[in-house]
């Protein structure tokens, strides 16, 4: 891929994890992107390349047209074999939804140097399911929650209901994943916080901001400041602190969304001023550190924390995943365990502060966010065994749950 040559099979596209890879390292994917434009001409039945130049124009900022190439693809195919596993020792099906890279969970990121092949069914809902579903050992639901994406999930629970093979991520925990039903699965937790999330309509925030009708009025623990998000948005799109009322209008001046959800906002400084912010992923019950970022802006992501420029920081984050499970993950046991139960998913991430007395403060769970190795392993030399250490832990639970399959059909037979 030095030279950019786009060369694979009609079904196995480069993928999210690689393409990726590169526009993180600055590749110009541009030319790329040029060969797979000459493929949509020339080519226009090569779904993989579709595919591909679908995440292209989404990693370059071309969302719409993404989409577009994305939707012309699944007309075409909708059963993609992953490169990579060599040689294949699992076979793994994914379900996933048409939408953003945002959309399903980056699966790729996590197999990446494991002996297991990936194949994603891509499910439409009201469309039967393609022929030939391809052979596998055990599937697993990738596709996040969302208002978009619930269509998708109802549709692979009833397809679940009988699937032949067992499904990890069961659909019905993963749309628990919802900001108002984690409120609701996770509150009363001993030592973890999270603040009541709600709905609310464009029409009721402006009448709050205005002073006709009262915040506690729609929700319950309400108090200014306040946090504010368009429904289904990712990556902080849309995204604000709004200090009081007055500030409402002109928010709603710059988002054109109807509906929003708003919750309090939770003061997680460190006594020395800067916040952090933690992701750590559950696999089978165990948790695991992926990254922290630390800033003095509340509103965190690793990208604007400066990590790399400050030593300082580098050395904390070092000292926070090698420790992890005998500082952090101890000191937050229980509510650890408590999301591992409630949630029932046998992968997903959270992204996690500590409040000033010491709790857990969730700010959210998913099973798309990205969790990746792309790192400089010279600047973060302490991620390449953490990191390893989480793909294998993913790997291993996928083979456990097809040998325990595999045992259960025996005794049945």
């Not at 390349?49 to 993404?66: C, F, H, P, T, Y």
């Amino acid at each position: 891929m030095s030279d950019l040559q786009w060369q694979q099979p009609a079904d196995s596209p480069l993928g999210t994890a690689r393409l990726s890879k590169l526009a993180f390292d600055g590749v110009n994917l541009a030319p790329l992107r040029s060969q797979l434009l000459d493929k949509y001409v020339f080519e226009p039945d090569n779904a993989a390349a579709l595919i591909d130049l679908s995440i292209i124009e989404q990693l370059l900022g071309n969302v719409e047209d993404g989409l577009a190439r994305q939707a012309e693809a699944l007309q075409l195919r909708r059963v993609y074999r992953s490169p990579g596993a060599k040689p294949a020792g699992l076979r793994l099906l994914a379900f996933a939804a048409p939408g953003d890279i945002g959309t399903n969970a980056p699966l790729d990121f996590l197999l990446e140097g494991s002996d297991v092949a990936l194949t994603t069914l891509f499910i439409l809902p009201g469309e039967p399911l393609p022929d030939g579903i391809p052979e596998h050992d055990v599937a697993i639901v990738a596709v996040s929650e969302s208002d978009a994406n619930q269509p998708a999930l109802d549709e692979i629970t009833r397809l679940a209901q009988a699937w032949p093979k067992p499904v990890l991520n069961r659909p019905e925990h993963v749309a628990q994943l919802g900001r108002e039903e984690l409120y609701r699965l996770m509150s009363g937790v001993a030592g973890l916080q999270i603040p009541a999330t709600v709905r609310i309509d464009r029409t009721t925030l402006g009448e709050i901001g205005a002073g006709k009708t009262a915040l506690q009025s729609h929700l319950r623990d309400g108090e200014f400041p306040l946090i504010v998000r368009p429904i289904d948005s990712h990556a902080g799109r849309g995204l604000k602190k709004l200090d009081d009322p007055a500030a409402i209008a002109a928010y709603l001046a710059e988002r054109p969304e109807r509906g929003f959800f708003i919750s309090r906002f939770i003061d997680y400084r460190s006594p020395d001023g800067l916040f952090r912010k933690y992701r750590v992923v559950f696999i089978d019950g165990h948790a695991y550190a992926c990254h922290m970022a630390i800033t003095h802006q509340w509103m965190i992501y690793y990208l604007n924390a400066g990590m790399s420029e400050s030593i300082a920081k580098l050395a904390e984050e070092e000292r926070f995943m090698t420790g992890f499970d005998h500082e952090f993950a101890r000191r937050h046991r229980a509510a650890f365990r408590a999301l591992a139960e409630r949630t029932g998913l046998d992968y997903f991430g959270i992204d996690c502060a500590q409040t000033a007395e010491g709790e857990l403060l969730l700010f959210e769970a998913d099973i798309a966010m990205i969790v990746h190795a792309m790192d400089s392993p010279k600047i973060y030399p302490y991620k390449v065994p953490q990191m390893r250490k989480v793909f294998a832990a993913f790997a291993a639970m996928l083979k456990a749950r097809a040998e325990a399959a595999g045992s259960a059909a025996e005794t049945a037979a």
